[in-house]
């Protein structure tokens, strides 16, 4: 089953790495980039590369990924993380700004590793396509706070949709999983959490990135196929079934191609 959930933790803690592994989060990005200062960066890849082992333990009794996010192509260190990320073999890593498919096919030519590009600019958000067809890509995440600060958006961010329909609809021509939405920033307040997990579900995105362990419930909950989708996904094909060819109906409903497409889809089928 694909993740539903990518829980953030700084490279620079190690004391952190098993109880995110703990968490119940479904994959967690071990990050290199925003949550470790520029000065600490070779202290947080020696951090992970200790820890690797046990943590690789950890995420395997616990039935979790384990991504690296490295930092950006513009940055003179990038070279030095993806050297770690040969090293240690995660299950993907995270590229942040990507935007364009040579910088990315680059990438997959050194590291031969799964990507999950973040978009989080408005030129990945132009080149969504290309970004979601280059070789090696897995995933596409949505990099809600970085785009905002792209454009210059403020407080709220409705003005994103735009860019939300794009990256689903790219994923979905390239014949990716739906993406993965940018994180809740405000962790306290369970409302605005289950708003955006509603509006990502909404927008045709199938995960979304955390920062606190406190969001995980909410995520899991409100993202995937719920057991009431799961009895209608059953049904729909139960109608099928018994009416092959002809025409039914279920609470008022025509039970048609697509619908029998989306239940099979909603039950793995």
């Known amino acids: 089953m694909l993740p539903r959930s990518y829980l953030f933790v700084p490279a620079n803690r190690p004391d952190r790495f098993a109880k995110a592994v703990a968490s119940g989060a479904e994959a967690v ?9 520029e000065s600490g960066k070779s202290a947080a890849r020696r951090s992970i590369a200790q820890a690797w082992g046990t943590l690789r333990s ?53 590291l031969r590793l799964p990507l999950f590009p973040l978009v989080e600019t408005a030129r990945g958000v132009q080149n969504a396509d290309e970004v979601a067809a280059a070789t090696g890509v897995v995933r596409l995440l949505f990099g809600t706070l970085d785009l905002m600060l792209d454009l210059d958006i403020q407080n709220d961010d409705a003005p994103l949709h735009y860019a939300r329909g794009r990256i689903a609809v790219a994923s979905r021509a390239a014949g990716l999983p739906a993406p993965v939405d940018g ?64 025409v039914a109906t279920l609470g008022g409903k025509m039970i048609d191609a697509p619908a029998i497409a989306m239940a099979r889809r909603m039950l793995g089928k």
């Open 58 to 110: 950890h995420a395997i009794e616990a039935v979790c990924m384990l991504l690296i996010r490295v930092n950006s192509g513009e940055s003179k260190i990038t070279g030095d993380d993806l050297d770690c990320c040969n090293d240690l073999r995660p299950d993907g890593v995270m590229i942040p700004k990507a935007d364009c498919r040579q910088s990315l096919e680059e990438v997959a030519r050194r």
């Open 183 to 246: 994180v809740c920033a405000d962790v306290r307040s369970a409302d605005r959490l289950a708003f955006e997990v509603e509006r990502a579900r909404q927008f045709g995105f199938g995960a979304k990135l955390c920062i606190h362990p406190a969001q995980l419930p909410a995520i899991h909950e409100g993202i995937g196929v719920t057991q009431e989708q799961c009895d209608w996904a059953q049904a729909v094909l139960e109608l099928s079934e018994a009416s092959p060819g002809g």
């Open 29 to 37: 990005i071990v990050d290199l980039e925003d949550s470790v200062a």
